[in-house]
């Protein structure tokens, strides 16, 4: 009963968890959108001439490396020349992991100058930053296995564009505004090793730092922040990080690299109404981000990289994306063109353009790659409407792109549920509060069973029973009970291992996060490992020893157990057991690679792990029948098979 009511406990904080989230993060608050735009519905409104627009690009995850993707840097070269010179973007901005910085096997973590130096040497060569202004901004792969910002490790400081550890403000300056982006550096300092810094944090003083810089931006047209890690991968101290960028109206990430493309569209709105836009990533997927102010109204398309021509819609806007008190929207219903941009190498031909399958006509080019088209707004305010721009250059190669708009005010569009639970859930915290759960479901029912009673054996009891039985004989047997316990006690409260967490400086693993040359750096990522590691190690060695001393209760041994249980039974059981245990020798191998050979040794959670695990399988089996003498009484008073 102990088992279903701490299991009912579990699922119940985890729904109020859940429930919360979604109440926090799927609530459109009603003032949201009516809140109006201090310039929306004045004027000038999106007309025939290219004027009071501007665009710019955004690429994240390079992950320039020396050992892998040999056309990942020239395909990159590629882009800082031919891409740059069809677009020509006002800005920039590169959004973290300029390298990969793994060792050749993938798994360890070090700076190599020279695929900073290949960046580098990039930027040279195709003189990008005489072209556009170009910004770069660190990500957690830049700050792996540096001891401080001073390090000479430290190659950002050496190759990069930008140059300058930290948050800064940007401001673009135009003759019809200013706008404003803030870029956010969430890296750890010290950087230790992968995965340690999977998570970015921002402290109370570069949370404090970061609400200075956008008390600068109270006059900008527009502010957006840009930053690699998701919010959700960010650990903020008060207000939260997503609270300080209320007036931004987005924030351009990278990081997940659409989950290994599983999500190939991360974006979500968060509930301060700030649009998060994560990046598919360049190291794989080749991929760039185009995004464009016309008229104060926020447009992007993502595109891949040589998929010519490239179409952004600027007006009428898509209805998904709309921001209520961030962009004055009314301007689409006052508006009298359809506003096209298309980039293409070759001379662009043809830009069709049809609204709910109804062809329009064919809009006329003004100047760069600017196309518009008149239209009459009021034949569309009632509802959504989708419009489909279809643009064609001299070499035959064809694009298509389309979105829903409104003309009125309509309510929020959702976004998808997954992709939102992605980017909006605080994962640490969460991971935290699964962990502590798991923790203590196991240490409560462990010491509970210890002082109940045995439970009646009957004739004939349930699998329900027998379970119930063979825990109370792994609980009130001490040389199980004891080790079992402080094990489990031990992975929340002790240093998972002592290593090189950074190259030449030694640091302690903990659970709750990691201390490292005087610095204590909070968990993240070592919560999931830590119900990793009670889920798949130490419940199922419980389990499994319950179930060998339950064999040894009715009378079995090693060589004779699978007479009372049958080969059906026995052999998934091993098997499943043997899997467990191998994956324990693998992470303990992945630790060593990782932290070297000190790691290795002086880990409690991982390597001693397996030899207690060891251990206790040998002391099921060889168990004197005496510690067990009143367990095997019971059992020989209720034959069952």
Known sequence: ??????????????LACLTAYVLENYTVQPALSRRPHPRDGQPPYPGRGMDNLFWFLQVSDLHISRFVDPRRTPDFKTFCTETIDVIKPAIVFVTGDLTDAKTKNRIGSVQHEIEWQTYHTILKQSRVLEKTKWIDIKGNHDAFNIKSLDSINNYYRKYSAHRQDGSFHYLHQTHFGNYSFICVDATLSPGPKRPLNFFGVLQQNKMGELSKLASETVNSNHTIWLGHYTTSTIISASPGIQQLMSSAIAYLCGHLHTLGGLMPVLHSRNTEGTLELELGDWMD?????????????FSFVDLSLNKWPAVLITNPKS?????????PLRKIKYSTHIRVLVFSPSQVTSVQISIDGISIGSAVHIEGPFFSIAWKPEDYTEGIHYIEVRAEDTTGRTTVKGHDFAVEEIKLLPFDLVASFILLTRHYLMAKVVFILVFLANICLIIAVRFQRN??????????????????????????????LLFTCYVAVGPWFVGEVIDGHFGACFVFGVVVDGHFLEGSLTFIF???????FNIPLMGYLSWCLLLRCRGACFWTHYKYTGWLRTVPMHIFILALFLWQLYSCYILLLTYGYAAFFLSPVRTWSVLLALVLVYRAWALDNSS???????????PYS
């Not at 830590?530 to 798949?536: A, E, K, N, R």
């Not at 067990?628 to 008073?637: D, H, L, Q, S, V």
Request: glycine share 4%.
């Open 319 to 327: 209805a998904l994306y709309r921001s209520p008190g961030h962009e």
């Open 1 to 14: 009963m102990f088992r279903v009511f701490s299991l009912l406990l579990a699922a119940g904080l985890l």
């Open 285 to 297: 997927n080749r991929k760039y981000r185009l995004l464009a102010f016309d008229h104060d109204l």
């Open 455 to 484: 439970p009646q054996l009957k004739e004939s009891p349930g699998i329900f029973t027998l379970t119930l039985f063979s825990f109370h004989v792994l609980c009130k047997t001490n040389v199980f009970y004891y080790p079992v």
């Open 628 to 638: 067990i003498r009143t367990f095997k009484a019971e059992m020989k008073n209720c």
């Open 530 to 536: 830590g119900i990793f590691q009670l889920t798949f």
